[in-house]
């Protein structure tokens, strides 16, 4: 299985991103799919998660500016940002769970200017 994050760039402060992460030679179904994120010198951290079916769960500093979602058909997980800060910068990485294990994504870096 391999997970391809796509959608990450440099944005000015208020602005939007939408991320992708998508999955690749996978014949079976995802549970829960994630993003997490990584700040320079910092430990990674939840972003959302979305199960199959039973709902969303963010991180406090994320409640009410992003949004999770997914397409079970596309094997993929959205992460739309909005109203961006400059403490969102990090490296966004996808995490899809699975009976087989958990998967990661290669990280994207999302990079929001002041």
């Known amino acids: 299985v391999q997970l391809q994050a796509s959608g990450g760039g440099l944005v000015q402060a208020g602005g939007s991103l939408r991320l992708s992460c998508a999955a690749s030679r996978s014949t079976f179904r995802f549970s829960d799919m994630a993003w997490y994120r990584q700040a320079r010198g910092k430990q990674r951290e939840l972003v959302a998660s979305?199960?199959?079916?039973?709902?969303?769960n963010y991180g406090d500093s994320v409640k009410g500016r992003f949004i999770i979602s997914r397409d079970n058909t596309k094997k993929t997980v959205y992460l739309q940002m909005n109203s961006l800060k400059p403490e969102d910068t990090a490296v966004y990485y996808c995490?899809?769970?699975?009976?087989?294990?958990?998967?990661w994504g290669q990280g994207t870096q999302v990079t929001v200017s002041s």
């Open positions: 995490n899809f769970g699975s009976p087989y294990g958990n998967f």
């Open positions: 979305i199960g199959d079916g039973i709902g969303t």
